[in-house]
């Protein structure tokens, strides 16, 4: 009894102690006081994600996916801004020091490697910014859902990490002085994560395997899209996914996908320096003009 002051009729259907009515709490059947309750949640296993993470009541569901959301609209709107033109942005000093441009990485620009992610051409395909305004839905669609199975923090390194994959893989097999920007690598690492958390989960995974086809063909078929970019980030994103959803559900867990992701970006990492040191061209970037010029390394 925590009050032994207060006069009461009523009893812990559990334990059948006298109990006030601050002390008792409803349950299925009858009320139970807070020891019987606290007693019974130590028995219940805490709800976890599907790559183990555990899930905490009355916190957000999503918070990272429209984080990223409004950062890319942030970046985009500072590139407009900078060049005065919704249409003509990739003119902005923002979006030429950040866009990826395999030449200028070599040369020394690391951070293009990660910045080109956040970056959207303003008149794609002669449609205004519709770069970005898909880019957003698709992220907002998959990742409301990913973020939701993984977790706020795998969530989001899978999200970069795919980002990363998607720039290696144009600069391993993109042209030296192509210029690549946008989110896309990253967004189709959230579809190859979607498709393992269904395969792990045992599920229908014909409709995801179909938006993904669908998506592949548009990436195939219509011009100025970075299918290297898309493919470099969908297969990175699905490995980081499968170290988080497949690691062993043992008290190592996360040490396992903590070192499972690292090695996967280190493993990035050292490619981009293989192929910068076979790179033969050196490229440098003229602001004032807005042009590359290259030459032999």
């Known amino acids: 009894m925590r009050h032994p002051d207060r006069p ?8 059948d102690r006298p109990a006030c009515p601050d002390c008792l709490r409803e349950a299925s059947v009858g009320y139970q006081c807070v020891d019987c309750v606290a007693d019974g949640n130590k028995t219940v296993r805490p709800a976890r994600t599907a790559a183990g993470a555990p899930v905490r009541r009355g916190v957000r569901s999503m918070v990272v996916v429209p984080v990223l959301i409004g950062l890319n609209v942030l970046v985009f709107a500072i590139t407009a801004l900078q060049a005065q033109s919704i249409t003509d ?5 923002v979006f030429l020091d950040g866009t990826l441009i395999p030449g200028l ?21 002669g449609y205004g910014p519709i770069h970005l305004i898909f880019n957003m839905f698709a992220l907002y669609v998959l990742g409301r859902d990913l973020e939701v199975a993984l977790g706020k923090l795998r969530f989001l390194t899978v999200y970069l990490l795919a980002l990363l994959g998607g720039s290696v893989s144009v600069m391993l097999f993109g042209d030296a002085i192509s210029s690549v920007a946008g989110a896309s690598g990253a967004i189709y690492g959230l579809f190859g994560g979607i498709a393992v958390v269904v395969f792990r989960a045992k599920m229908n995974p014909t409709p995801v395997l179909v938006l993904l ?42 040490r396992f996908q903590v070192w499972a992701c690292a090695g996967l970006a280190v493993l990035l990492i050292v490619v981009v320096g293989v192929r ?4 033969d061209v050196s490229c440098e970037l003229s602001e004032a003009q807005g042009y590359i010029s290259c030459g032999p390394a």
Do not use: E, K
């Open 8 to 15: 009461t009729g009523l009893r812990c259907v559990r334990c």
């Open 89 to 93: 942005n990739q003119r902005s000093a």
């Open 213 to 254: 086809g669908i998506n592949i063909f548009l990436s195939v078929a219509l011009p100025g899209i970075s299918l290297l970019g898309h493919l470099g980030g969908l297969v990175v994103g699905a490995l980081a996914t499968a170290a988080m959803v497949y690691a062993p559900r043992t008290p190592n867990l996360v």
């Open 105 to 125: 990485v070599a040369n020394g620009d690391y951070w293009r490697l990660i910045t080109s992610g956040f970056l959207h051409f303003g008149n794609y395909g």
């Open 276 to 279: 910068i040191a076979a790179m």
